[in-house]
């Protein structure tokens, strides 16, 4: 019952995410920019913190930092920006859906022949995503929102991907954090965006930031040591649909009928494509 109860904690918080930015940049309580570099500080300090609790140091000149520094920023960016058009629970979807298929991909690029189950699977997934970025007359998602959310998609993936090897998923997460600050404020200020929000955007930021990511890491962390592989991808197919239900229970979004059947077959084909034998 407790690694029930914590693993739906650690999902609403990885949801939460997406509510969190979505209410902060599209209700204009801070700009894309800003809310991207405070929740990356807060959950930098927020990991730090809890790496030296447990008497360890940040790997800040590992090998794998470049990468993992840049693919994060990719994600953040794109993420923030993102939400300044997409609805919480539709970025939620594209972001979970691409970040899937693109692991898929790699691993069947790196020698990993898939069967025809988590072919099938994965068609259905890409199915979905194409179906909710297609553009249509019942289709009201934006190109620019979307193609930002693919971005992070990928991101997060190639994040993912990196940190397979960690032998401390926690510091390594902390590390990249770090690094990461300094990269993205030069990407999005370069990039000529502002810093402008209130106080309501800050403090949705540092929860994000602080609460949902970094705590949340660390929560999923210790959650993963007690499941199986392919429990933990199953369980992770609960993020979008949350997501896509409490935007609409708490911020008033629209759920279109083009989201539901997304939803069914990027969370039902990847489903099917996680729980193969191989």
Known sequence: ????????????????????????????????????????????????????VRGGTLPLLHKSRLTGAVSLTAYVAGFSLAYLTLDAGLGALILFGVTQITMFAHSALTGQTPTSRQLSGAVAAFGGLVLVLWPSGGNVTDPVGAALMVLAGIGWAAYSIAGRTATDPLAATGANFLLCLPLLIAVLLLGGIGLD???WGITFAVISGGLMSGLGYALWYNVLRQMQGTTAAVVQLSVPIIAIAAGALMLGETVQPVVIVAAALVVGGIGWAVTAKR
């Open 1 to 52: 019952m407790r690694l029930i109860f914590l693993t739906a904690l650690t999902m609403c918080a990885f949801a939460a995410n997406s509510l969190l930015t979505r209410a902060a940049v599209e209700g204009g309580h801070l700009s894309p920019a800003a809310f991207a570099i405070v929740r990356v500080a807060s959950g930098a300090l927020i990991l730090a913190i809890l790496v030296a």
């Open 197 to 199: 929000g209130d106080t």
